[in-house]
């Protein structure tokens, strides 16, 4: 997280009127309340360990809202299963809203550690459906 991130986001406090923010990116955090003084402004990040543990434990969220679809409609087998490596930008899943479905690509190169969530569950916007070692 640069300055110039950090002023854009209490720019952005400050324009929509809100009396408080939060933003995560990556492994920091960052608190914002108009008219505070001190810790509550403070960015944390989390300590060397931490970090390490969050860069193996590497997730796949959902790029949106929709029933999971592990099978593609048209084919018989899943793209991928536990223990299968994947590159980034690969079709893990699908995403089923009507009769639309929605890529869901892997966003790291990785090995399947695990599946998050099963097979026609309704799924929504962030949530982790693979985690990747």
Known sequence: MTPKMIEEIASLLNRR????????????ALRMVRGA????NVIHAPAP???????KAM??????????????PQREAPNVAVGDHVGDGETL???QCGALLREVTANCSGTVKQLLAVEGELVGFGQPLFEFE
Do not use: D, T, W
Not at 17 to 28: S, T, V, Y
């Open 49 to 55: 360990e931490a970090a390490e543990a969050v860069a």
């Open 17 to 28: 009127g809100l009396e408080a923010i939060e933003f995560e990116q990556g492994n920091a």
């Open 93 to 95: 899943a699908y995403l």
């Open 59 to 72: 997730i796949c969220h959902s790029p949106g809202m929709g029933f999971l679809r592990l099978i593609h």
């Open 37 to 40: 003084k001190g810790p509550s």
